[in-house]
């Protein structure tokens, strides 16, 4: 803990490493691994994280919008960075000024990124994206081959991969999925029969890696799991997985209230007996929700507290009656380890109603992000991207 920092998430890099270390020997040497770093890297920092990845044997990145590609190009990153989602044809100057790969469905973006390529005499990959089933982004398959057919006429611009994504890949009954990929299967054969080199075949993320060898293709992209945490309930990772961050903050009042006390805005708790509460400067300010109010938990002494009224902006009070000895700056932990205790970010989310995604991403920038590595601390974030330690 850094003099003045009271609510912070420790990443450990050596876990995401670790990770993606795990999903390589699963797939083996001929896949690749492109890391999903989009959304600040689910919260944990993209910049340190893809870092750590690309050390561990990651050799792509994954963001979904060019703007979260510039910030690792700002970093000096220079692996290919794959921009997954939609980038309107205004945006081609963008994703060749900073050297990203994009994703593109329409021709107008095609034609738009072919135009600026070919003003800084360069080709510029690209990847197709096509809705095998989710109906989200991407074009159908009926479409493809048209599409493959137009882009080929465009000199500035080079077909370099084709992928789907899985709309169930984390359910047990992978029924849905097989179908997804039989009719992304018969749109690869497709576009390879009608001639077209597809460098880089992808579909996978981290459940379809795990559960659907028959999915792997050329690439995987793991996302959730790549952070340690279960991309499903429903079943067992077939690797161990690590988790890499821990929410923590610290103790800035405990005190003896009376019965009969109400906490909180609402007073939505009131005490039936002398209780001792702590206070710790966490809320939904934080990305900490406020649905938590009077059913989450912490950890403090290595004993669980409970969240005693509503979670406000900035603060919660917790119940330590029951733990000895507490008392202003202990640690406290949110979501990890302390002691023999631990909060997942899988409870979190249950009891939040949400999943594990949302836990992390939600973290706001104010929580700063601490980054260990080989148990030292190499490097921390802030507000605003405001660097406290220098990046190595």
């Not at 880089?200 to 459940?207: D, E, I, P």
């Not at 800035?252 to 109400?262: F, L």
Request: charged letters at 15%.
């Amino acid at each position: 803990m850094l003099a003045g920092i009271v609510t912070w998430a420790e990443i450990d890099l050596d876990a995401i490493g670790a990770n993606v270390a795990a999903f390589k020997r699963h797939v083996g040497q001929r896949v690749e691994i492109i890391a999903v770093v989009k959304a600040n890297a689910y919260g944990h920092g993209a910049v340190p994280v893809a870092r750590a990845a690309l050390a561990a044997g990651a050799t792509r990145l994954a963001v979904h919008r060019a703007i979260e590609g510039i910030e690792l190009r700002r970093a000096r990153i220079d692996a290919p960075i794959l921009v997954m989602g939609y980038t309107p044809p205004d945006g081609a100057e963008l994703i060749a000024g900073w050297n990203l790969t994009p994703s593109a469905i329409t021709l107008e973006f095609a034609q738009a990124l072919c135009a600026r390529a070919e003003a800084t005499g360069r080709v510029i990959p690209l990847h197709v994206k096509v809705d095998t089933g989710m109906n989200r982004f991407g074009l159908m398959p009926g479409e493809v081959l048209d599409f493959l057919q137009a882009i080929s006429r465009l000199p500035g611009v080079r077909l370099e991969g084709l992928f789907t994504h899985f709309a169930t890949a984390d359910s047990a009954d992978s029924t849905h999925s097989l179908a997804q990929l039989k009719v992304f299967t018969q749109v690869v054969a497709a576009a390879h029969q009608a001639g077209f080199h597809l460098p880089l075949v992808h579909a996978a993320n981290s459940a379809a890696t795990m559960k659907l060898p028959q999915a792997h293709f050329d690439a995987v992209r793991p996302g959730i799991a790549m952070y340690g945490m279960h991309p499903s309930s429903e079943w067992i990772p077939p690797f161990e997985i690590r988790p890499a961050l821990t929410l923590k903050s610290r103790l800035s009042r405990v005190r003896r209230i009376p019965a009969g006390a109400g906490i909180g805005y609402g007073f939505t708790h009131v005490t039936q007996a002398p209780t001792t509460v702590a206070l710790v400067p966490v809320g939904y300010g934080d990305g900490y929700h406020r649905i938590l109010s009077n059913k989450g938990a912490v950890l403090v002494g290595g004993q669980r507290a409970s969240i005693l009224g509503r979670v406000s902006m900035d603060q919660i009070v917790v119940d330590v009656s029951h733990i000895p000895g507490v008392q202003q700056d202990d640690e406290v932990v949110l979501v990890g380890r302390q002691g023999a205790e631990q909060i997942q970010a899988e409870e979190v989310a249950l009891l939040s109603g949400t999943i594990n995604y949302e836990v992390t991403t939600a973290l706001l920038p104010r929580v700063a992000r601490l980054y260990l590595q080989g148990g030292d601390l190499v490097e921390v974030t802030s507000l605003g991207g405001w660097r406290m330690v220098e990046d190595r």
